[in-house]
């Protein structure tokens, strides 16, 4: 009935004084009590405009009440002042609350909803900090957010480097040093960690570590960190976790230096609203019992379709991987998006077109949907994406020009770009327990509702077709298990079983980054015969790599090349692959031979893409079989195709091959292969002494011997950026690096580039 009764209201005005008397006593402790601001704010806008500066005041968003015009603001604003003058600018009372914490413990883990504003409290900690800084985040698209706000922290600084990659360059400008990194990027800190001076890390979205695949790389990473790094201040933050504490418990971390507390403190409020099976749709309340009955809703007049797509509201739509993969996620709002005029600013544009040359999608024959819809302010977002052009489609976002975003639970996980409305397609989320799903679903919601600087209450909307299964998700409640994954019981024939043992009896090898059992099986002279004859073909004459491995004349070189990785990792496996776990290398080993030639992303893309689409044949008959990316090893890992069996070779989609070729290079080369051959040439330069195996590293690595491009890609540049750069680049080491005066002739996008390393 709450909804109802706040619609049918005599005397909105002293009802609202009585919420507002609520807010000031308790807090915006619940989600509920926003709820019950935004209805007021909804029906009764008059009355509530009366109070919304006291409203504002009562949340603790001192920000926005500059010049109080009443005595309750003046009174509380007193305390923004005092957060103003200990930090140098105004927090919330959530946001001080958690300085504080940051300010005086080692240990501090603490739990808010998404929009509480936890992590710029602590990215300001950082910034104000001494010596070098990590950042982990769960996936590459907090990856990202998190540089980008960084960068704005810093405001061009040039004394502070922000980077996805770990290295210890630049040494000449020795700037502080802040690493944004996924927990499997996170490995390379312990072999540069003599370089670095390592004080804080911080650790966002940290209940990844209830994953049980992720969460034992999450886990194994906290704990050499404390082994590793015994002074450092450990960070963990979450969202709508009852018991933060537990991440001391996990991993033996002293209590008594520690700090742990769960925020239910929210900021912007949120109107839900569902679509009947009778056809309307209806705002209703999921936090009071049955509030989805029709007695108890009010119906959102003129319907709700209508209202969302206007044009005037910024739309996220939550639908799944496979809907994007095979094109059905457009279904039902082709309409919409048909209206939607192309869009014109010249920064939006540029934007445009550096996606789509990123992609290669500026070649006749590669029609890229992604591009399309960009051009109609339509963006899709999901962790296949390439990062380089994540960075540019979140920037589009941020700078307005997106209507609609379509995008997975990757966007549920941290990043701040929320949209006036949440619009969720389907309510099927990813979890292995429905408490895991709930978490997903309260963190995609967060996003509706743009926190502004402005003097008003901010709301957003969230629609479901699932009001039932909406209350449940929301109420659900997520409690992180005391004890680590590491430390549970596992299957002793699993795949994770040699780390986790490595891990525990101490023989994990921290330069390697492997098990020292593994590393005893890649000392065995089946590998060292593998690592010789690799050897041989790349660097036994005086032909390029280039040379050696292109072309249908070298085909035969190419899999026999494979077949001597494959002795490598599965002898580092100590078992043969399975047949999905075969596809998956010999792709993968594919892609990685094209990286070798100096073929760019946007190449191997094109080259994958004439294969599965049959161009050769003229795009007659059905696509190609070619399995997806996949984290190796996987043991039941079954076989199945990019694209459904039958499907013609004319319906490939471009974007689908940008997408897996993405992960191929990421998930497969970068995490899954890299360190196991890269630990066996170590191995093989150990007992040989031959000094082609560094060049071997080097390629495996880098994808290049090319000594400025390696050390461009040190330096942080993106690979697809390097051929441009070059031409610009008087000397480099790995003390400094020297630019020609013609750089400040070269194109915007260069110059953008390149700004932060001039003098």
Known sequence: MKVRLIRNSLTPFEDLVGVLDEVHRIGPINSGILETLSLYRVFHPDVFSQLEERVISALGLFYKVIRPENLYSLLLSSIGEAHKKAYG??????QASVRRAIDSKQFVSISAPTSAGKSYSIRDFI?????????????????AEYINTMKERFDGDKGVMITPFVDAIFTSRNPRRIFVLTP???????????????????????????????????????RRIQKTFSSAKLIFAHPFVDNPDAQFKKHDIPEGNGYARSYTHGTVGKICVFQHSNGNCYIFSPFEEKGNLLRNCVKFEGGFESFAFSGGHSILIYVSKASIYNGSFLEGYEEHIAKFPSITHPKARQIITSVENLLGANKVDHRSRMVELLQKGVVIHHGSVPLEVRFLVEEFIRAGFAKICFATSTLAQGVNMPFDIVWLDNMRFQGESDEEKSLSFKNLIGRAGRLSKQAIFDYGYVFTRSADLFITRINDKFVLNERSVIDQPYDEDSDNAELLDSMKDGTFDDELHLPSTKIDRLSSAEVFD?????????YGSNLTIRSVLQGDENRDTRIRLNDYFLVIFEHSLDRELGKGEMNVFESAISIMLQTFQGRSFKEIVGVRYSRISRRSFGRRGAAEFSQPAHKLPHSGLYVYSLHKDGTPATDVSYDVIVFDTYDYLDQVISFSLSDVFIAAFKVYKTLTADARADKMIELLRFGTNNSMHMLLMRYGFAPEDIEEITGYVQSISESNIVFKSTVYEAPYHVRDIIDWYLP
């Open 127 to 143: 910034a104000e900090q001494e010596g070098d800084a990590v950042v982990v985040v769960p996936s590459r698209a907090l990856i």
């Open 89 to 94: 600018g105004y927090l919330t009372p959530v």
């Open 530 to 538: 593998a690592a010789k004859e690799i050897l041989g073909v790349l």
């Open 184 to 222: 499997e990027r996170a490995r390379d800190l312990f072999t540069t960690s003599a370089k670095l001076d390592l004080r804080v890390f911080f650790f966002d979205e940290a209940h990844v570590s209830e994953d049980r695949s992720r969460g034992v790389i999450f886990d194994v990473l906290v």
